[in-house]
């Protein structure tokens, strides 16, 4: 891999809107500055790098609804397609009252890097609404989902834009967005979204394949460490599809899991928490404050002792004023951007390994692509079948980007960008650019 410096790319209309601008550090800053890093590895491709620079298309929609008390009630809603040269767009949907046009770009963007880290055949995209469907009914939570879709109705599609699940949204969600879609293209087209339930072509191994893909990297990571999971403390940030998952399954591998948080609480316990338990209890709750454990402050839940940290809550979590204060020897990163740049700088300065968002949340993408795969033949897989393509993907990937991190002596974000914005450049330059 040269590593020649990019001075020879020649970047033309420089004047970048102020959402485009990487001082400004939000979730696209964050991202732009992990693009930076990765340039100089890029060799020759490097004068194509602007094309990861900018969304190749956003969308963004106003959401109309009537809501049950007579009022209309209107949200902001966003699809970006942040790269196709490799596929058409995947990526989930979010609906939080935090949603911002720069997150769902930086969203996009990761989708675009892992997609190609794990080589499924897909470019990156990520949609959102700026709304809090706690403060929802079901019925008008169906109409915002409807409304969204139509809206985005004009992008999205089996060979365009396969939109997923991501925080806040689920099954039941995707199922009216495959209706909509349905409904607005007069046939049943199963393809259009992934995670969906399985009475309407979902995969088996869906729900689960995001943590079992955390579970997969951290199990490959704490091996290379030398680290044994049985007994090993876990600790782990968000209780949702994925935290959740992945607590359960390092608890099932012999881990204890010290301590978990949610957007509520912070429970600990140093003899390990009973994560099936947990699980069964939130399931009712939906959060998992209340459950009978000892609290401890958000600050506190930094600075518990462990081996093992899963974030698998939201961007920004890691952060240079908590970075300093983890004990444990790696970050699995099950959410999307957990960690600052500054922060990741403090971990590896620690000699703290990070598996990255973009292979170690890979799993659920995996997944997706099978359930898509299945949608397309009518045909569908056994759940074994299913885990142990998901497994073999996964550990491929983690050992290929390891080797480059080897090689280059570069952390394993860097690595996991080396394999995927490579991918993704020679793919755009292979199909060169149109006109
Ligand atoms: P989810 O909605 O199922 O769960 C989110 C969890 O995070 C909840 O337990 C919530 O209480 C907790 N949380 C929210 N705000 C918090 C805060 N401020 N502090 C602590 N906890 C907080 O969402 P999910 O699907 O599990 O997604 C979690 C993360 O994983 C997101 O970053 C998402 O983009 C990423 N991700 C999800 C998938 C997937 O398949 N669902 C795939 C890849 C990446």
Known sequence: MSSAAPSNIAVQNHVLPSYLNADNLGPWGIYLQQVDRVTPYLGSLARWVETLKRPKRALIVDVPIEMDNGTIAHFEGYRVQHNLSRGPGKGGVRFHQDVTLSEVMALSAWMSVKNAAVNVPYGGAKGG????????????????????????????????????????????????????????????????????????????????????????????????????????????QGFGNVGAVAAKLFHEAGAKVVAVQDHRTTLYDPAGLDVPAMMEYASHSGTIEGYRAEVISGEQFWQVDCEILIPAALEGQITAKNAPQIKAKMVIEGANGPTTPEADDILRERNILVAPDVIANAGGVTVSYFEWVQDFSS????????????????????????????????????????????????????????P
């Open 129 to 236: 609404i700026r709304v809090d469907p706690r403060s929802l009914s079901r019925a008008e939570l169906e109409r915002v989902t409807r409304r969204y879709t139509s809206e985005i109705n004009i992008i999205i599609g089996p060979n365009k834009d396969i939109p997923a699940p991501d925080v806040n949204t689920n099954e039941q969600v995707m199922a009216w967005m495959m209706d909509t879609y349905s409904m607005n293209s007069g046939s049943t087209s199963t393809g259009v979204v992934t995670g969906k339930p399985i009475s309407l072509g979902g995969s088996l191994g869906r729900r689960e394949a995001t943590g079992r893909g955390v579970f997969v990297v951290g199990s490959e990571a704490a091996r290379n460490l030398g680290l044994d999971i049985k007994g090993a403390r876990v600790v782990v």
């Open 379 to 434: 045909f569908f897989w056994t759940e074994e079948e299913i885990n142990q393509r998901l497994v073999r993907i996964m550990q491929e990937a983690f050992r290929a980007i390891w080797q480059v991190a080897q090689d280059n002596k570069v952390t394993l974000r860097t690595a996991a960008f080396i394999v995927a914005c490579t991918r993704i450049l020679q793919a755009r330059e292979m199909r060169g650019l149109y």
